[in-house]
């Protein structure tokens, strides 16, 4: 089967605190995972891909096939790093249908 | 460039109703994918247009259709809704770029129709 997991509905720190929001997947092939954000009253956008190993906003996410992982990383959080953060995957050679895991909203506080 | 437009924003229905859902993709965008998202949950693949056709189709039942008009621009129908259809519907429009490293698409997102069924 087909399926990302995240096992955290909510993940609070406070800023400078490091951050590490979980994701698992499962997949019969060769996946290619990212994570998709959403800020506040925003819409749903690409944070980072597993393929291009770029570091975006300070965020970066290693791609441990052994764990079937993607766990995304940030070592200082910052109160702008607040938002709903979606872990997604596709096939390598089908990018067009994205699975979803069902999210972990990030709060950071002050 | 507006990005992905979708309308109308918010639309309630009763059961057993139809409904209709527009998407414009991004400006240079030829591929549009549907989406839902019911509360607390991930967005679900409904299915994918291309040249005016579906191409790909998630775990959906056939009440619901879309098309894919000669200006790229795709509508997503509902018929018989259920309360189980009330959710946020994401249109997407994919950027496809090519380069030495190989083919990257990225699904730009539209801000959703919500939809609730009564």
């Known amino acids: 089967a087909q399926r990302v997991t995240q096992p955290e509905k909510l993940l609070s720190v406070f800023k400078g605190a490091p951050v590490e929001l979980k994701c698992n997947y499962s997949y019969s092939g060769s996946p290619e995972l990212f994570w998709y954000v959403q800020y506040s009253r925003q819409r749903l956008q690409l944070l980072l891909r597993?393929?291009s190993r770029e570091s975006i906003k300070g965020f970066t996410a290693d791609l441990n096939k052994g764990e079937t992982s993607f766990h995304l990383k940030k070592p200082f959080a910052q109160e702008e790093d607040s938002a709903m953060y979606y872990c997604?995957?596709?096939?390598?050679?089908?990018?067009?249908?994205?699975?979803f895991g069902t999210g972990t909203r990030l709060q950071v506080f002050p | 460039d507006a990005g992905v437009t979708q309308s109308p924003t918010h639309l309630i229905k009763t059961r057993g109703q139809q409904v209709t859902l527009r998407c414009s993709p991004k400006s240079g965008h030829d591929t549009v994918s549907w989406y839902q998202q019911a509360l607390g949950q991930g967005p679900q693949f409904i299915f994918q247009y291309y040249e005016e056709e579906e191409r790909q189709r998630g775990n959906f039942p056939d009440r619901f259709s879309g098309h894919q008009f000669p200006n790229y621009s795709s509508e997503l129908n509902v018929n018989a809704l259920l309360l189980g259809d009330s959710a946020l519907y994401l249109c997407?429009?994919?950027?496809?770029?090519?380069?030495?490293?190989?083919?990257?698409?990225?699904?730009?997102f539209g801000p959703g129709t919500r939809l609730t069924v009564l």
């Open positions: 597993h393929i």
């Open positions: 997604a995957l596709s096939g390598v050679y089908n990018t067009d249908k994205l699975i």
């Open positions: 997407a429009s994919r950027d496809r770029w090519q380069g030495l490293a190989g083919t990257r698409d990225t699904q730009y």
